[in-house]
């Protein structure tokens, strides 16, 4: 199930289950949209990205929603491995100038085999 | 190669010393960046070089000033840091800076910061 800690949603999935990581992203003016994934000790690796004219974009294993009435992005996983066990960020472009992105709060996902 | 590194891994100093952070890239890339991130948080940027200039400082305090010697490294120079700078600090790097060009960015593994 999905818990929010003091400081980091927690969602506990078993090995083989679909998983769900939400985000609600702030600016409507964003154009651009990306998950990261961050194990233990290393730094962000990206997963998908998905621009604001499209709503749905497919990767290996991994599926990404935009829903732009809502300001809402969803990354779903299939078939959750052990090693998908890490804390997963979104992050959006909100900067038309510049690629700088502004990452959401993260949801660690913890994957019991 | 599709790599960012940074170096050190870890690193321990005291409130009066001096240090350097370095990151490295060889994808081409024309934008770098600096972020901080303490535990359990996202990361937050600090600086980002665009064409080896600065064009971006989220008014990050003096104490850390940002160097891109070249288009390949970036360094972060620290000088009287106080504790609570005790951080991950991260690097990053992507193809460009907007204007329709893959925004993308590639992070680095991160230096341990410890400011005792």
């Known amino acids: 199930g999905e818990s929010v800690g003091l400081h980091l949603p927690t969602l506990s999935v078993q090995e083989g289950d679909n998983s769900i990581i939400n985000c609600a992203y702030s600016n409507s003016a964003s154009d651009y949209f990306i998950w990261y994934k961050q194990e233990s000790g290393k730094g962000p690796q990206f997963i998908i990205d998905?621009?604001?004219?499209?709503d749905k974009r497919q990767g290996q294993r991994v599926t990404v929603l935009l829903n732009k009435t809502v300001k809402h992005l969803s990354l779903q996983i299939a078939a959750t491995q052990p090693g998908d066990s890490a804390v997963y960020f979104c992050?959006?472009?909100?900067?038309?100038?510049?690629?700088?992105?502004?990452f959401g709060k993260g949801t660690m996902l913890l994957v019991s085999p | 190669d599709t790599e960012v590194t940074q170096t050190p891994k870890h690193l321990v100093m005291g409130m009066t010393n001096k240090k350097s952070l370095k990151c490295e890239q060889h994808m081409g890339h024309r934008a770098m960046y600096w972020y901080k991130q303490k535990a359990k948080k996202p990361p937050e940027l600090m600086f980002v070089?665009?064409?080896?200039?600065?064009?971006i400082n989220e008014s990050v305090p003096s104490r850390f000033s940002p160097e891109c010697p070249n288009s390949s490294l970036l360094n972060l120079h620290l000088h009287a840091l106080q504790p609570e700078d005790s951080a991950l600090y991260l690097c990053?790097?992507?193809?460009?800076?907007?204007?329709?060009?893959?925004?993308?960015?590639?992070f680095g593994p991160g230096t341990r910061l410890t400011v005792l």
């Open positions: 998905i621009r604001s004219n499209m």
């Open positions: 070089y665009s064409y080896e200039k600065l064009s």
């Open positions: 992050a959006e472009k909100t900067n038309s100038g510049y690629s700088t992105l502004t």
């Open positions: 990053a790097s992507s193809q460009g800076s907007g204007g329709g060009v893959r925004v993308e960015q590639f």
